[in-house]
Nanobody, 127 residues
Framework: HVQLVESGGGSVQAGESLTLSCALS????????LGWFRQASGKEREIVAA????????FYADSVKGRFTISQDNAKTTVYLQMNSLQPEDTAMYYC?????????????????????WGQGTQVTVS
């Protein structure tokens, strides 16, 4: 059973940076996908970024390309989301996701139904 614990959220000013971390336990999927999603108040959860466990290829939502970077450590026990040039529209609860399928690559952006395990979320507020 995979457990995911996010950390690193907070309140920042526009233009500043934050790095989110997601500690994984019980995760041994060597061919799946990890992701970061966010959900702003009153809106649906949306993909932010995803990374393939094998190979490390990545996907980014258009809204964060060039500003956010997803990565994982060599032991594949932590996945990170480096967020630069934060804007008020980035304000949301950010969720880490694991047990992701990979078939969507080249077909469509990943959605939350493509992932089987979720963390509790960490709040990011940009003013």
């Amino acid at each position: 059973h995979v457990q995911l614990v996010e950390s690193g959220g907070g309140s920042v000013q526009a233009g500043e940076s934050l790095t989110l971390s997601c500690a994984l336990s019980g995760y041994d999927d060597k061919s799946g996908c990890l992701g970061w999603f966010r959900q702003a108040s009153g809106k649906e959860r949306e993909i932010v970024a995803a990374i393939f466990t094998a190979g490390g290829s990545t996907f980014y939502a258009d809204s964060v390309k060039g500003r956010f970077t997803i990565s994982q450590d060599n032991a594949k026990t932590t996945v990170y989301l480096q967020m630069n040039s934060l804007q008020p529209e980035d304000t949301a609860m950010y969720y880490c996701a694991a047990d992701g399928s990979t078939w969507w690559e080249g077909v469509r952006p990943p959605t939350d139904v493509d992932f089987g395990s979720w963390g509790q979320g960490t709040q990011v507020t940009v003013s």
